[in-house]
């Protein structure tokens, strides 16, 4: 007697930030517009320094993560090769209440989203005598304005809604970082759990980026979808802030993106700032 053969879906705990471009680039996914291969994602949603952290224990299978916190996560995470954010002569923003001159930042207090962000990485690169205090992401602008701290570091959306605050923009990290190496500076990637072994993880790199494809191929649909986490952004606003981050970069690294992630990490190792990452192992069809 011939036993029929069963399917067996596998379930992927699928973790990144609760904001519209990382909804925007998870849209396909979560809607079920694309193949999953047998794999049935689960969706949590944290802020991005919760996630490096959580990294530390392996609590999801994939993982968005801050490219500044993968020298801590190397042994147990590879980097998948799509779905990173990059700023492209943008990035991070130092702002104030009052105008400081980017070059007035040493011995300033700065608010900052997390000590293993990208953002901070960044900021010690620039200035590395700031004094970090750190606060939520989404409370840095009020932080600034009721001068907790002398300057804040913004991710996220509010690199486009200081002005609304009030808030003077001190220094673009990514617009330094452009000037000074002539590359994107590599923000955020997803990571992949090495336990599951590389098939899966290479299953798991062509969801995403169908995931990615589908939304900028569907722009205003996912973008639709998007604006529920657009926490009080307009449209327009939210579309602006999209396409900032989800793009040519987001479906793969190309060799200049993982140059850029090798430099951003090699310049931060040579500074004291993060342990070495040694060889860096990209995950997906054309990162071998």
């Not at 042994?75 to 990059?86: H, I, N, P, R, T």
């Not at 009030?166 to 997803?190: A, I, T």
């Amino acid at each position: 007697m011939r036993e029929q053969a069963t399917t067996r879906t596998m379930e992927i705990k699928l973790a990144h930030s609760p904001d519209s471009d990382d909804a925007f680039m998870f849209y396909a996914l979560a809607t079920n517009k694309v193949r999953t291969d047998g794999m049935k994602f689960t969706h949590v949603l944290a802020d991005i320094e919760t996630l490096n952290r959580a990294a530390d224990q392996e609590t999801y299978d994939v993982t968005a993560v801050s490219f500044a916190s993968y020298p801590y996560l190397k042994d147990k995470y590879a980097l998948l090769d799509c779905g990173a954010s990059f700023g492209e002569g943008y990035g991070p923003l130092v702002v104030s209440q009052h105008p400081i001159a980017k070059t007035d930042l040493a011995g300033k207090s700065v608010g900052v989203p997390g000590l293993r962000t990208t953002a901070f990485l960044t900021l010690k690169l620039f200035e590395p005598n700031v004094n970090p205090v750190v606060i939520p992401f989404d409370k840095i602008v009020d932080a600034v304005r009721d001068g907790t701290v002398q300057a804040g570091l913004l991710i996220h959306e509010g690199q486009l809604m200081f002005p609304q605050a009030g808030l003077h923009r001190v220094v673009d990290l990514g617009q330094w970082w452009q000037e000074q190496y002539g590359m994107p500076l590599p923000l955020g990637g997803n990571a992949v759990r090495r336990a599951l072994g590389t098939d899966v993880a290479r299953r798991i790199a062509h969801a995403i980026r169908e995931s990615v494809s589908y939304a900028l191929e569907h722009r205003d649909e996912a973008l639709n979808y998007a604006m529920q986490f657009a926490r009080d952004m307009e449209t327009d606003v939210a579309d602006k802030f999209v396409g900032m981050y989800v793009n040519k970069w987001t479906l793969g690294y190309g060799a200049q993106g993982r140059k850029a992630v090798r430099e951003l990490l090699k310049r931060g190792a040579d500074a004291g700032l993060v342990p070495s990452a040694g060889k860096i192992d990209f995950i997906g069809a054309d990162a071998d």
